[in-house]
Nanobody, 114 residues
Framework: QVQLVESGGGLVQAGESLRLSCTAS???????VGWHRQAPGKQRELVALITSGGGTNYADPVKGRFTVSRDNAKNTVYLQMNSLKPEDTAVYYC?????????WGQGTQVTVSS
């Protein structure tokens, strides 16, 4: 069982930045890690993904503003969020997929005021 802990959420104004962290209790070396978000009344959606080789993919609404990265030595994946908008307000979750198993963190709240 792998535990994931997200951190870095908070309340910011539109245009500001936040960096989220997702730290795993085990090695992430071979894992694919995704950042998802869920706004009130909406379905959870994939925001960004990073493969074990460092390849990345982003949802259209965040392209050019969000950057996902990983530090395998620290078992941590980051989501740098710039130029935040009110519509980015949501609970952000990280998901780790490795060796056929999927794990979720507890989520961290991001609130962007206009």
């Amino acid at each position: 069982q792998v535990q994931l802990v997200e951190s870095g959420g908070g309340l910011v104004q539109a245009g500001e930045s936040l960096r989220l962290s997702c730290t795993a209790s085990a090695s992430i070396f071979r894992a694919v890690v995704g950042w998802h978000r869920q706004a009130p009344g909406k379905q959870r959606e994939l925001v960004a993904l990073i493969t074990s080789g460092g390849g990345t993919n982003y949802a259209d609404p965040v392209k050019g503003r969000f950057t996902v990265s990983r530090d395998n030595a620290k078992n941590t994946v980051y989501l740098q969020m710039n130029s935040l908008k009110p519509e980015d307000t949501a609970v952000y979750y990280c998901n780790l997929f490795s060796q056929g198993s999927s794990y979720w963190g507890q989520g961290t709240q991001v609130t962007v005021s206009s």
